[in-house]
């Protein structure tokens, strides 16, 4: 779809319009965002879009994400956070390298510092792990890890939903959502063994798009978050 409005704008319930007409999902719905920030990066959204030229999603974050917040997880949200808090199971942040030394200390440096957070700010037991071997947390910590993403609203959820999947951390995306660490310090966290190896192997160009691509997406939902906050 190419652009065919002219002007856009954000109405009093926080609605985007294009000349006059509200902007739906893809589930035909009214696209409202719950905070004047959002609305308003998301009207941003569709202004860039150059006259005559198509549509790109991958340029409109913030909308898809809107989008999602109300068709996919709006229904549901408790079960959309039930596939987030699956995370918790084998949470990145638990399983650690058992050599080289210096792998060992840079996962012991950036990780451990976000699952003290989580112990003291859910009063949960978790224990990490060297190898692949699984190693389930107790049932009592994934409950409270649990309770805790299902207490977001489903702008929230969406937002998150990249964080912890791009991440493989739910640990990480609760310290990030209750700012208690950076989007710099969640991504450094979660990238680092990746990061790692293009260090000392170097740095493959279909994997840095990759990564890129990962990147973009995880910023997406990180400015979501901030756009909810204020």
């Not at 065919?4 to 893809?26: H, N, Q, S």
């Not at 058992?98 to 978790?126: G, K, T």
Request: charged share 25%.
């Amino acid at each position: 779809m190419k652009r065919f409005w002219k002007e856009v704008a954000v109405d009093a319930e926080r609605g985007i319009r294009l000349d006059d007409r509200p902007l739906r999902t893809p589930g035909r719905v009214p696209l409202v965002l719950p905070t004047e920030a959002l609305a308003e990066a998301v009207a941003e959204e569709w202004r860039s879009v150059e006259e005559g030229a198509e549509i790109d999603p991958r340029a409109m974050p913030l909308t898809g994400l809107g989008n999602a917040s109300i068709d996919r997880v709006g229904p549901d949200p408790i079960l959309f956070a039930q596939g987030l808090a699956h995370y918790g199971e084998s949470d990145l942040l638990c399983y650690r390298a058992d050599s080289p030394e210096d792998l060992v200390a840079r996962q012991a440096a950036a990780w451990d510092p976000l699952l003290d957070w989580a112990r003291a700010r859910y009063d949960v037991h978790i224990e990490v792990a060297t190898g692949i071997l699984h190693r389930a947390p107790p049932p009592l910590t994934l409950t409270r890890l649990a309770d805790a993403i299902a207490a977001r609203d489903a702008f929230t959820l969406a937002a998150l939903s990249p964080v912890v999947t791009i991440g493989g951390s739910l640990i990480a995306a609760l310290a990030l959502s209750e700012r208690a660490a950076s989007a710099e310090q969640v991504w450094d966290a979660v990238t680092l063994d990746e990061e790692y190896q293009a260090e000392r192997w170097g740095r493959d160009p279909l994997a840095a798009a990759g990564i890129a691509a990962r990147r973009r997406d995880f910023g997406g939902g990180v400015r979501m978050l901030e756009l909810l906050a204020g």
